[in-house]
């Protein structure tokens, strides 16, 4: 059984590690790494300016997380005024534990279904790694709304239409993993 919930600062441990096995997978597989990150993210949960959520398993604990933000959150540089306009969620930031079960997915649309039932009409994201665009786009069904190319990074933008997702609950329950 998983839920998401609001990450206290008590998770930071959990988050720092579970950063730091996503980062070692990747790396073993040639894809960079995030390991630096480990620190700076797991110092985000629990800071009330930051909404750092948590995806738990009732026996494994803590295996995602994910930042949501608001609208407000879009950056000028990356959607256009329009786009900022229209209501939406961000997802800022998602790591997993590494598994077979494509929890990435589980909070993805557990953040579609939020969006939807808030009266929201998108969920956007972001990622600097192509390959996981890609990977965005043809298995979780993300449009690739542009790529820019900023002076250190180049970012992939991309966007769902918030929508209720009625395997959630399953999904959730571990049914359909």
């Avoid at 998983?2 to 790396?27: F, H, K, P």
């Avoid at 229209?86 to 939020?114: I, K, M």
């Amino acid at each position: 059984m998983y839920r998401m919930r609001e990450a206290t600062a008590g998770d930071a441990g959990s988050i720092a590690g579970m950063v730091r096995e996503r980062s070692a997978w990747l790396s073993a597989r040639g894809l960079g790494e995030c390991e630096a990150a480990a620190e700076d993210f797991a110092a985000q949960a629990g800071n009330p300016d930051i909404p750092v959520w948590v995806l738990e398993h009732e026996a494994d604990g803590v295996v995602g997380c994910t930042t949501v933000l608001g609208t407000e959150a879009l950056p000028a540089w990356g959607f256009t005024e329009d786009e900022r306009a229209e209501s939406s969620l961000f997802l800022a930031t998602t790591f997993t534990r590494p598994n077979p079960h494509r929890l990435g997915r589980l909070v993805a649309w557990w953040t579609l279904d939020r969006a939807a039932v808030e009266g929201r009409l998108w969920v956007r994201r972001g990622t600097a790694q192509e390959r996981l665009s890609r990977y965005y786009q043809e298995t979780q069904g993300w449009t690739l709304a542009r790529v820019v190319d900023l002076e250190e990074v180049k970012v992939f933008l991309l966007q769902r239409r918030a929508e209720r997702v009625p395997a959630l609950a399953d999904l959730m329950a571990g049914r359909g993993l």
